[in-house]
């Protein structure tokens, strides 16, 4: 299983970014994948989540209505499309499986939001 997210950098508050997570090693159209962030000194949390088909999609409360996660099954590839980015949006973003009880995890990309 191999997970590799791209697509973080450092922007100024306010703008926009995409991130990409590419899949390979399970059968991506069958499950359900989120993003999680890590900020300096604080714990890992769940930012969205996608079901297996894209048709649900649930997202933490702070996120909601700047975030949007989707999915490319086709390309084994899950989104992050970051709008009005904050500069406490600045973390490691990460991106999740679950296969049969375990938890994937990929190397994370930096986000850094700062004027």
């Known amino acids: 299983v191999q997970l590799v997210e791209s697509g973080g950098g450092l922007v100024q508050p306010g703008v926009s970014l995409r991130l990409s997570c590419a899949t390979s090693g399970f059968t991506f159209s069958s499950y359900f994948m989120s993003w999680y962030r890590q900020a300096p000194g604080k714990e890992r949390e769940l930012v969205a989540r996608?079901?297996?088909?894209?048709?649900?999609?649930t997202y933490a409360d702070s996120m909601k209505g700047r975030f949007t996660i989707s999915r490319d099954n086709a390309k084994n590839t899950v989104y992050l499309q970051m709008n009005s980015l904050k500069p406490e949006d600045t973390a490691v973003y990460y991106c999740?499986?679950?296969?049969?009880?375990?938890?994937?995890w990929g190397q994370g990309t930096q986000v850094t939001v700062s004027s």
């Open positions: 996608i079901s297996s088909a894209g048709s649900s999609t």
């Open positions: 999740n499986v679950v296969l049969y009880y375990n938890n994937y």
